[in-house]
């Protein structure tokens, strides 16, 4: 994970330089977890100089989850939504409201980006329940006596 909390345009020129460094680290994420502040009046330009940023540093065609935080300071109904991203929550670091639909659409965006694998791995490869475990998830593991049975997440490779 990637903190990029007070990303905005007038930054001095060596803190622009050190987020472009943080940044540059979403190259090896699996997905992009965007935290927006809801109740910044600038929070538009705020997202737009984010996303030109990722583009600058040709970081594309990951899945996107945007976080609204302080939404609960709005007006009733304020549509809040980045359509750039592939799941939208609503979320209040300080009650907690939306932890839950954090956590579904992280496990979502996760299961669309990796194959559902069902697998009985012989005895003989049973190395290859240490990269599931590294690299994925490992759903479910039996042993019988024709090898184990294996149901797992998986990443494309």
């Known amino acids: 994970m990637t903190d990029t909390v007070g990303f905005i345009l007038k930054l001095p020129h060596h803190l622009v330089d050190a987020f472009r460094s943080t940044l540059e680290e979403a190259r090896y994420a699996d997905m992009l977890v965007h935290v927006v502040d809801a109740s910044n009046p600038d929070r538009d330009l705020q997202m737009k100089v984010v996303y030109e940023t ?76 240490s990269w599931i475990r590294q690299y994925g998830q490992l759903l479910k593991e039996e042993y019988e006596a024709d090898g184990i049975h294996v149901e797992a997440c998986v990443p494309y490779v």
């Open 54 to 129: 990722l583009s600058e540093l040709h970081i594309s065609g990951k899945p996107i989850l945007t976080i609204w935080n302080i939404f609960d300071i709005l007006p009733p109904g304020e549509v809040l939504r980045d359509p750039r991203a592939d799941q939208n929550v609503r979320f209040s670091a300080k009650t907690g409201e939306g932890k839950q639909q954090v956590f579904d659409a992280i496990q979502k965006l996760l299961e669309g980006s990796c194959i559902h694998l069902v697998e009985v791995i012989p005895y003989t490869e049973s190395g290859k329940l």
